[in-house]
Every structure is written in C-alpha cells, then in structure tokens.
C-alpha cells in the first residue's frame, strides 16, 4: 500500500525558511498528482498544494508566492520550500496522494515562532 514519510519539519522564526521532504514508496509516484496539506492545532485539514507528474503547481491563497513544490520522478520524493514563513503556517504537514490528504505520512511539525 502507499507509504509517504514527511520529514524536514522545525522550529522557526517569522521570515525565515524551511524545506519539507516527502519520500514515497510501494506505489508509482511518477503516475500521481501529489499534494500537500496541513493541520493547524484545532483546526482540519487545509490543503497547501499540488504538483502533476510532470510538476505543473497550484497553490493555496494562503502561500501563493511563499512556498514552492518540486517533485524528483526518480527518487521518489517530493520537496516543499516554505520562505518568508509566518505564526499562521505554524502546522502539521503531509504529503498526500489526493488534496483532501489521502494517504498521509505521520506528518512533520513545523513551528513559526519568536
């Protein structure tokens, strides 16, 4: 079945930068539409982002112009770069097979923060 294993998560402060990792496996990610989604404490889940195959992106209002999604086709895996970050990103994220956060890892906390 898929596996998805986020990592890269931490404390950060306002403005400053983050690259999230996503390694795949037990699946064909080079077929998938991938997604990232977050979980801000007491909230659902609110998608971020998606990247085709072939790494065409869309993003959420929210990061639009802040964070940027990159796949590798040959090692399974896919990045997030989050810049100018702010308290609000503060999350868990996943990455997931669908936006509404199918399939997610064990997600890996990001903190913005002071």
Do not use: H
Not at 73 to 91: H, I, S, V, W, Y
């Amino acid at each position: 079945q898929v596996q998805l294993v986020e990592s890269g998560g931490g404390l950060v402060q306002p403005g400053g930068a983050l690259r999230l990792s996503c390694a795949a496996s037990k699946f064909t990610f080079g077929n998938y539409i991938m997604s990232w989604v977050r979980q801000a404490p007491g909230e659902g889940l609110e998608w971020v982002g998606s990247i085709t195959a072939i790494g065409s992106t869309s993003y959420s209002d929210s990061v639009k112009g802040r964070f940027t999604m990159s796949r590798d086709n040959t090692k399974n895996t896919m990045f997030l770069q989050m810049n100018n970050l702010k308290p609000e990103d503060t999350a868990v994220y996943y990455c997931a097979t669908s936006t509404r956060g199918s399939n997610r890892g064990q997600g890996t906390q990001v903190t913005v923060s002071s």
